[in-house]
């Protein structure tokens, strides 16, 4: 199974500014995907990061706000812009090969807003 | 779309015992559930997973089962042990989508 990384692991950041997450897989894998998941809570899907085009965006979530590039198969980032203490999260990177197969998770970015 | 309802959402068991989680989905074109289990600071781990030509699939000491008419799918823990704590989570992905639907979790608590 792909080994997901993910950088930075953690980090505190003034409101205001902007962070980009990256997200690296060992391994060429067809879909890569970006969730939040709040302290206690479920997993929230951001956005399908597309390989070569935009990325495909859930409702609630804008690519002003989030801005994903994919440039390969086994490379993207996040972009959290302008946060304000409500984008406090941790954010997870997975990658799959889709229909029917199981993604695999990095172990998030914990970001704090202060 | 799919929604997936998981519970308990907590449980607690002595070392030893078995755990049961169960969850209920509504698309009844959902073919493919993976369990993940997530444990403090990290990131969700496949630890078993099923689709629907399937009734019941075992790794070691887990095992998952699926019932398709009724639209609901177990994981069974058991001898659980310290390691075992952890939330767990249940996701249902419907066949021709490559995005599962995630319950809600279910935080495990083993006590030695």
């Known amino acids: 199974s792909a080994v997901i990384s993910q950088k930075p692991s953690r980090d505190i950041c003034q409101r205001g500014t902007s962070l980009t997450i990256q997200c690296q897989v060992d391994?060429?894998?067809?879909?890569m995907f970006w969730y939040r998941q709040q302290p206690g809570q479920s997993l929230t899907l951001i956005a399908t990061?597309?390989?070569?085009?935009?990325?495909?965006?859930e409702s609630g979530f804008v690519i002003d706000k989030f801005p994903i590039s994919r440039p390969n198969l086994t490379f993207s980032t996040l972009t959290v812009s302008n946060m304000s203490p409500e984008d406090s999260s941790i954010y997870l990177c997975?990658?799959?090969?889709?229909?029917?197969?199981?993604?695999?998770f990095g172990d998030g970015t914990r970001l704090s807003i202060l | 779309g799919e929604n997936v309802e998981q519970h308990p959402s907590t449980l607690s068991v002595q070392e030893g015992d078995s755990a049961v989680i169960k969850c209920t989905y509504s698309d009844s074109a959902s073919n493919y559930f993976p369990w993940y289990k997530q444990e403090l600071g990290k990131g969700p781990q496949l630890i078993i997973d099923?689709?629907?030509?399937?009734g019941e699939k075992k790794d070691q000491r887990i095992a998952v089962t699926l019932n398709k008419t009724a639209k609901h799918f177990s994981l069974h823990i058991t001898e659980t042990q310290p390691e075992d704590s952890a939330v767990y989570f249940c996701?249902?992905?419907?066949?021709?989508?490559?995005?599962?639907?995630f319950g809600r979790g279910t935080s495990l608590i083993v006590h030695p």
């Open positions: 997975s990658g799959g090969e889709g229909d029917g197969q199981p993604q695999h």
């Open positions: 391994s060429q894998v067809t879909m």
């Open positions: 099923i689709r629907s030509n399937v």
């Open positions: 990061a597309n390989q070569g085009s935009e990325a495909t965006y």
């Open positions: 996701a249902a992905t419907t066949g021709g989508s490559y995005i599962p639907t």
